[in-house]
């Protein structure tokens, strides 16, 4: 029962603590994230360049506590090593600078163990001397590496030798949330289609250390759908169920035509009697590549040239990085709402670029409704750069017109 005084104001007062009561629930109230809301509710708020040091690298992927990013950076030599970045400024070292006695290799495709500790890596050989064709994300004369989060040991994970009529390799490691698998894009030799990127696979393996040293077991690779000429691996989903990668799955479709697809975990390993990959995207003549999951696995980013005019890539699509136009786009993780996020082809767009561009790896903060995306473009003479920006999402109702980004 409610028994309100006669007295005028002490009946304010009470009203009044009444009120800032019910304002203090209100403010206290978390956030709504944006993964929870219908993608066409999803708009980008804010679009803020990192800094020199976010210059010239390929992949980029955050800490567990969201205050570092992981990158690889194209040295003054153009052979790449991984770097781990504060956000909030500080001293910088190569991680994997000590990883071998020659700086003419490459390092990069760097991820966090979710220890926190350790790092997975690709090495380039150090008996190679291949340059183009083993920088990151090609990963070709390269093996996959183990060091600590400081780059004080170093253990090799894979032994593949170098070879100069049929090279192999390995790309995009990752490991399962629970760190007790990895998964990666491997290069089985050369094929007789002529592919650019010769005859890749997708390969799972155990992890786990034996002492000190750290081992793979069980490992095996499997190539889904009808051609074998481009897979690349984008990790797991954050529940460990899902596989999530891109590839040119159908007959007929070229490899710069590929498709983001996903895998269950359970058909695939150890049974791959039950393989059935669910294409997210089905569009063979658009370039869809470089996908990752968002914290609570409801949603995907990728990078898509969907209505972009792209009619030429080379022969072969050997000269994509300088005729490819793509933006971050957003779907449901079942392939579901699909839409442009990001403007950096659109003339209309505040953060139009003003030349061709293509939106390459992008990773979403563990914690925050904002993604560290890198972004490459052609500067003259075919050569290309990058540049990393961190892209913070909103409701669109909490935005006015849009604001400048």
Same mark, same amino acid.
């Given at each position: 029962m409610l028994i309100f005084n006669k007295q005028p104001w002490l009946r304010a007062a009470m009203c009044l603590a009444l009120c800032a009561g019910t304002l203090a629930r209100c403010q206290e109230k978390p956030k709504t994230s944006v993964e929870d809301l219908t993608n066409g509710k999803i708009a980008v708020a804010k679009i803020t360049p990192l800094g020199d040091e976010f210059k010239n690298i390929e992949s980029i992927a955050w800490s567990a506590d969201g205050k570092s990013l992981i990158v690889d950076r194209q040295g003054i030599n153009q052979f790449y090593q991984v770097f781990v970045l504060p956000l909030a400024g500080g001293g910088e070292a190569a991680i994997t600078a000590n990883r071998s006695s020659s700086s003419r290799c490459h390092n990069g495709n760097a991820a966090w163990h979710p220890d926190n500790e350790h790092i997975i890596f690709c090495g380039q050989n150090a008996d190679s001397s291949e340059f183009t064709r083993s920088v990151p994300s090609y990963g070709l004369q390269c093996n996959l590496w183990l060091t600590t989060s400081?780059?004080?040991?170093?253990?090799?994970?894979?032994?593949?030798?170098?070879?100069?009529? +049929?090279?192999?390799? =390995?790309?995009?490691?990752?490991?399962?949330?629970?760190?007790?698998?990895?998964?990666?894009?491997?290069?089985?030799?050369?094929?007789?289609?002529?592919?650019?990127?010769?005859?890749? &696979?997708?390969?799972?393996?155990? /992890?786990? /250390?034996?002492?000190?040293?750290?081992?793979?077991?069980?490992?095996?690779?499997?190539?889904?759908?009808?051609?074998?000429?481009?897979?690349?691996?984008?990790?797991?989903?954050?529940?460990?169920?899902?596989?999530?990668?891109?590839?040119?799955?159908?007959?007929?479709?070229?490899?710069?035509?590929?498709?983001?697809?996903?895998?269950?975990?359970?058909?695939?390993?150890?049974?791959?009697?039950?393989?059935?990959?669910?294409?997210?995207?089905?569009?063979?003549? =658009?370039?869809?590549?470089?996908?990752? /999951?968002?914290?609570?696995?409801? #949603?995907?980013?990728?990078?898509?040239?969907?209505?972009?005019?792209? @009619?030429?890539?080379?022969?072969?699509?050997? $000269?994509?990085?300088? /005729?490819?136009?793509?933006?971050?786009?957003?779907?449901? +993780?079942?392939?579901?709402? #699909?839409?442009?996020?990001?403007?950096?082809?659109? $003339?209309?767009? @505040?953060?139009? &670029?003003? $030349?061709?561009?293509? =939106?390459?790896?992008? &990773?979403?903060?563990?914690?925050?409704?904002?993604?560290?995306?890198?972004?490459?473009?052609?500067? $003259?003479?075919?050569?290309m750069e990058s540049v990393a920006y961190i892209i913070e999402l909103d409701n669109s109702d909490n935005l006015i017109n849009l604001p400048g980004r």
């Open positions: 400081a780059g004080e040991r170093f253990w090799p994970l894979t032994y593949m030798l170098t070879s100069f009529n +049929s090279p192999k390799g =390995v790309s995009m490691p990752s490991f399962s949330p629970d760190g007790k698998l990895l998964f990666w894009t491997g290069c089985l030799g050369a094929t007789a289609r002529g592919s650019i990127w010769g005859d890749r &696979a997708l390969f799972l393996a155990e /992890f786990s /250390f034996s002492g000190q040293r750290p081992r793979l077991t069980n490992q095996q690779n499997f190539q889904p759908g009808a051609q074998h000429d481009f897979y690349e691996s984008y990790g797991f989903s954050p529940d460990g169920k899902w596989l999530l990668f891109a590839g040119n799955m159908t007959p007929e479709q070229q490899w710069f035509g590929m498709d983001i697809c996903k895998m269950e975990l359970a058909n695939v390993y150890p049974n791959q009697s039950k393989m059935t990959p669910t294409m997210l995207t089905s569009t063979p003549f =658009v370039w869809d590549r470089y996908a990752s /999951f968002s914290p609570n696995g409801k #949603k995907i980013i990728w990078s898509s040239s969907e209505g972009n005019s792209v @009619p030429y890539l080379g022969l072969g699509g050997a $000269r994509w990085q300088q /005729f490819m136009q793509s933006d971050l786009w957003i779907m449901n +993780s079942d392939g579901k709402e #699909k839409r442009r996020l990001t403007g950096f082809n659109n $003339r209309r767009a @505040p953060e139009y &670029a003003g $030349r061709k561009c293509y =939106v390459g790896m992008s &990773a979403w903060h563990p914690t925050q409704d904002k993604i560290a995306l890198v972004l490459h473009y052609e500067i $003259r003479n075919a050569n």
